[in-house]
């Protein structure tokens, strides 16, 4: 067992005649010291053995050793023993208000943007409401309440070409995206500092605590009239057709997301059995099985299979010019979309219309189940748990998708 005792040493006398106060601790044969911040005079040491005889430090250090006595109770004794000097001083010393939360965030954001983008725009509102330093020790639920009533009150400006025409709030489902990343963080810095016998980040800023709830989604659907007469328009160049091309492709996969149409790997796809099987980028990394889906290609994108085939040197499925798998590419394929709408007379529409107008034909039209259309969407359905036991079968995507396109195409030549 370390033990432990407050000390002064003499060649750390100060200008000012004071010595500072440390606690030695005596580990595996080692001494480290800790310093406690209080300093002594010569005539609070006893002069022949230079031990420490004011009471009131001793009172205070005596506190401050019982309490590291008292945490070294909660470690196993081979855990014990494993530690050096070091690392049992750190394991002493490690506190959440030691533990910078906002610095940590930002490190996240920086290695990847991408990932962290609803972090990146909650440290953005973090900044605007004067925080600039931030431990895990202040992350509490004072701060959630603020951060919440903050967004509730902002306005966020509409612009049109460049001028201010107006405010609107953030939306419901936006600001709960920004108060699940805050959160996600710290979290993470729990799981991160403490162990089963060490709780550095003991508070919970959660307990009677709720998040926001989702808003419901707009219903942003099209009759199948739609989707034809859309998929009947042409570009008129080619960057217009290319939108065209994606949204058709988007829906004749059940849906796909773009993120997982740009970034799909040639790896992916089975020639032989048509077969496209991959792992959802948005929901990969929060699931068991890795959101792992499977669709079969049919014959009403061979032709664009063809012509969006990347070249053999890349390991990408598709190449859809200097699109890849980022946001920003993404929002700005929503842009074009929009545009090419515009342009030629048809009402606005975005990329995710076509995975909500597949769900709404299947469930409306086709008359298939709710679970079959969570499993064509890569979705957790209502028994996450017999999903476990149960061996997925693509087949009942591939039944599905077919109903859908045969009911959508029927009139269309194929």
Same mark, same amino acid.
């Given at each position: 067992? %370390?033990?432990?005792?407050?000390?002064?040493?003499? /060649?750390?006398?100060? !200008?000012?005649?004071?010595?500072?106060?440390?606690?030695?601790?005596?580990?595996?044969?080692?001494?480290?010291?800790?310093?406690?911040?209080?300093?002594?005079?010569?005539?609070?040491?006893?002069?022949?053995?230079?031990?420490?005889?004011?009471?009131?430090?001793?009172?205070?250090?005596?506190?401050?050793?019982?309490?590291?006595?008292?945490?070294?109770? @909660?470690?196993?004794?081979?855990?014990?023993?494993?530690?050096?000097?070091?690392?049992?001083?750190?394991?002493?010393?490690?506190?959440?208000?030691?533990?910078?939360?906002?610095?940590?965030?930002? *490190?996240?954001?920086?290695?990847?943007?991408?990932?962290?983008?609803?972090?990146?725009?909650?440290?953005?509102?973090?900044?605007?409401?004067?925080?600039?330093?931030?431990?895990?020790?202040?992350?509490?639920?004072?701060?959630? !309440?603020?951060?919440?009533?903050?967004?509730? *009150?902002?306005?966020?400006?509409?612009?049109?070409?460049?001028?201010? +025409?107006?405010?609107?709030?953030?939306?419901? @489902?936006?600001?709960?995206?920004?108060?699940?990343?805050?959160?996600?963080?710290?979290?993470?810095?729990?799981? #991160? /500092?403490?162990? *089963?016998?060490?709780?550095?980040?003991?508070?919970?800023?959660?307990?009677?605590?709720?998040?926001?709830?989702?808003?419901?989604?707009?219903?942003?659907?099209?009759?199948?009239?739609? +989707?034809? %007469?859309?998929?009947?328009?042409?570009?008129?160049?080619?960057? #217009?057709?290319?939108?065209?091309?994606?949204?058709?492709? $988007?829906?004749?996969?059940?849906?796909?997301?773009?993120?997982?149409?740009?970034?799909?790997?040639? $790896?992916?796809?089975? &020639?032989?059995?048509?077969?496209?099987?991959?792992?959802?980028?948005?929901?990969?990394? !929060?699931?068991?099985?890795?959101?792992?889906?499977? +669709?079969?290609?049919?014959? *009403?994108?061979?032709?664009?299979?063809? &012509?969006?085939? %990347?070249?053999?040197?890349?390991?990408?499925?598709?190449?859809?010019?200097?699109?890849?798998?980022?946001?920003?590419?993404?929002?700005?394929?929503?842009?074009?979309? %929009?545009?090419?709408?515009?342009?030629?007379?048809?009402?606005?529409?975005?990329?995710?219309?076509?995975?909500?107008?597949?769900?709404?034909?299947?469930?409306?039209?086709?008359?298939?189940?709710?679970?079959?259309?969570?499993?064509?969407?890569?979705?957790?359905?209502?028994?996450?748990?017999?999903?476990?036991?149960?061996?997925?079968?693509?087949?009942?995507?591939?039944?599905?998708?077919?109903?859908?396109?045969?009911?959508?195409?029927?009139?269309?030549?194929?």
């Amino acid at each position: 067992m %370390a033990t432990f005792k407050a000390v002064v040493q003499q /060649h750390q006398q100060r !200008r000012d005649g004071k010595y500072p106060v440390s606690i030695r601790i005596t580990h595996n044969r080692k001494s480290v010291y800790l310093p406690t911040g209080l300093y002594c005079s010569i005539s609070q040491i006893n002069r022949r053995t230079f031990e420490i005889k004011d009471q009131f430090i001793i009172t205070r250090t005596s506190a401050t050793i019982r309490g590291y006595e008292q945490r070294l109770l @909660n470690v196993d004794t081979a855990d014990l023993f494993s530690m050096s000097g070091c690392e049992l001083k750190k394991f002493l010393t490690l506190s959440a208000g030691n533990i910078d939360y906002l610095s940590y965030c930002y *490190e996240l954001v920086e290695s990847d943007e991408e990932k962290w983008g609803d972090l990146k725009h909650a440290l953005a509102i973090i900044r605007e409401m004067g925080i600039d330093k931030m431990s895990a020790m202040d992350f509490t639920s004072s701060f959630i !309440r603020q951060f919440r009533e903050y967004m509730d *009150e902002k306005q966020l400006p509409i612009t049109k070409k460049s001028v201010i +025409v107006g405010y609107k709030p953030y939306a419901q @489902n936006t600001k709960r995206s920004y108060l699940i990343a805050v959160c996600q963080v710290f979290r993470m810095l729990q799981r #991160q /500092h403490n162990t *089963e016998f060490n709780k550095v980040i003991y508070h919970d800023p959660f307990i009677g605590f709720e998040n926001y709830r989702h808003s419901q989604t707009a219903k942003r659907s099209m009759t199948a009239e739609r +989707v034809r %007469a859309f998929f009947a328009l042409k570009g008129h160049s080619i960057k #217009q057709q290319m939108t065209l091309d994606m949204m058709r492709l $988007s829906f004749c996969l059940c849906g796909i997301n773009l993120m997982d149409l740009l970034s799909m790997k040639k $790896s992916s796809f089975d &020639k032989r059995t048509m077969r496209l099987t991959y792992e959802r980028h948005k929901t990969k990394d !929060r699931r068991m099985d890795h959101a792992l889906t499977s +669709v079969r290609v049919e014959p *009403e994108i061979y032709d664009l299979m063809e &012509k969006y085939k %990347a070249p053999d040197s890349s390991e990408l499925l598709f190449c859809f010019g200097d699109f890849t798998a980022k946001a920003s590419c993404t929002r700005l394929i929503a842009c074009r979309t %929009a545009r090419t709408c515009n342009i030629l007379g048809f009402e606005h529409v975005t990329p995710y219309w076509f995975r909500h107008t597949w769900a709404t034909i299947a469930r409306n039209d086709c008359d298939i189940s709710k679970d079959d259309i969570d499993l064509c969407l890569a979705h957790v359905g209502n028994n996450p748990m017999a999903d476990v036991y149960i061996r997925p079968d693509w087949s009942r995507i591939d039944r599905a998708n077919r109903k859908v396109l045969d009911f959508v195409f029927k009139n269309e030549e194929k």
